[in-house]
């Protein structure tokens, strides 16, 4: 099983918001249509910003948790939009 970080990004409120996923497509369709509470679904439409794979849930955990960080933030300013 693989796992995958990711970055989406809402243009229309100007929001971040990371995660990590074993299923992108499903994730990422929940995000914008399935759920009916929590942060995402307040900033809909998002869009995929950015991912990385990772073999164990734990590097991708801890690529997600840095990624949150002050200096994983400046690295998500970084990315082109």
Do not use: C
Request: glycine share 4%; hydrophobic share 35%; charged share 30%.
């Amino acid at each position: 099983m693989e796992f995958v970080v990711y970055i989406l990004y809402s243009e229309l409120h100007k929001k971040h918001y990371v995660g990590y996923t074993s299923d992108l497509e499903a994730r990422f369709k929940s995000h914008n249509e399935l759920a009916t509470k929590g942060f995402t679904v307040k900033y809909r439409p998002w869009r995929l910003l950015y991912t990385e794979s990772f073999k164990t849930k734990t590097e991708a955990l801890q690529r997600e948790k840095y990624l949150k960080s002050g200096v994983g933030r400046e690295f998500i300013k970084a990315l082109p939009h």
